[in-house]
T-cell receptor, first 116, second 113 residues
Framework: DAGVTQSPTHLIKTRGQQVTLRCSPKSGHDTVSWYQQALGQGPQFIFQ???????QRGNFPDRFSGHQFPNYSSELNVNALLLGDSALYLCASSRRLVRPFYNEQFFGPGTRLTVL | GENVEQHPSTLSVQEGDSAVIKCTYS??????FPWYKQELGKRPQLIID?????GEKKDQRIAVTLNKTAKHFSLHITETQPEDSAVYFCALGDSGGYQKVTFGTGTKLQVIP
């Protein structure tokens, strides 16, 4: 079992460009969440996908969008990049259980995005 | 929305001593409280979690306590070792039923040999 994988590892873009980050969840997991972690801060929730739909969203603008595919993998797209978008982008996968139960979220290694 | 405050932001202890990190939260409906350890340049990893129907949970040198009335929970690490040095995040599980996790601001723990 490869665990959660993300690609690419590092990425450098310029302001105004668009970027797509990819995530493959751990085997058996059906839910993918994306987080942004700025340097020296805790991860901030961007959104979560389950059954190919966005189920919950954090306080991020519409420039951040995503997609989940039938095989549960996911993409994060960011348009019109700003300098402030520079961060580590983490993907986490889990197996969704009905409330009030939770399953552990497993994080991928992250994609380091630098916007110049 | 959910809010979680974490203290202290940095903590230095001598090897073998105990370390305690405390978090407070505002959403009384929160019912899942995980703790993550993140080493430099690596991904966050779950080290222990507690659910609202349990007041304390222990796993070897790590323990977490929860006080739902006071809305705070704490991480206790005993007999600290240099490999415990990392940033520790407390977090809240979303009370709405999905698995959104809200992270605290982090505590940088340094264990001095």
């Amino acid at each position: 079992d490869a665990g959660v994988t993300q690609s690419p590892t590092h990425l450098i873009k310029t302001r105004g460009q668009q970027v797509t980050l990819r995530c493959s969840p751990k085997s058996g997991h059906d839910t993918v969440s994306w987080y942004q972690q700025a340097l020296g801060q805790g991860p901030q929730f961007i959104f979560q996908y389950y059954e190919e739909e966005e189920r919950q969203r954090g306080n991020f603008p519409d420039r951040f969008s995503g997609h989940q595919f039938p095989n549960y993998s996911s993409e994060l797209n960011v348009n019109a990049l700003l300098l402030g978008d520079s961060a580590l982008y983490l993907c986490a996968s889990s197996r969704r259980l009905v409330r009030p139960f939770y399953n552990e979220q497993f994080f991928g290694p992250g994609t380091r995005l630098t916007v110049l | 929305g959910e809010n979680v405050e974490q203290h202290p932001s940095t903590l230095s202890v001598q090897e073998g001593d105990s370390a305690v990190i405390k978090c407070t939260y505002s959403d009384s409906a929160s019912n899942y409280f995980p703790w993550y350890k993140q080493e430099l340049g690596k991904r966050p990893q779950l080290i222990i979690d507690i659910r609202s129907n349990v007041g304390e949970k222990k796993d070897q040198r790590i323990a977490v306590t929860l006080n739902k009335t006071a809305k705070h929970f704490s991480l206790h690490i005993t007999e600290t070792q240099p490999e415990d040095s990392a940033v520790y995040f407390c977090a809240l599980g979303d009370s709405g039923g999905y698995q959104k996790v809200t992270f605290g601001t982090g505590t940088k723990l340094q264990v001095i040999p």
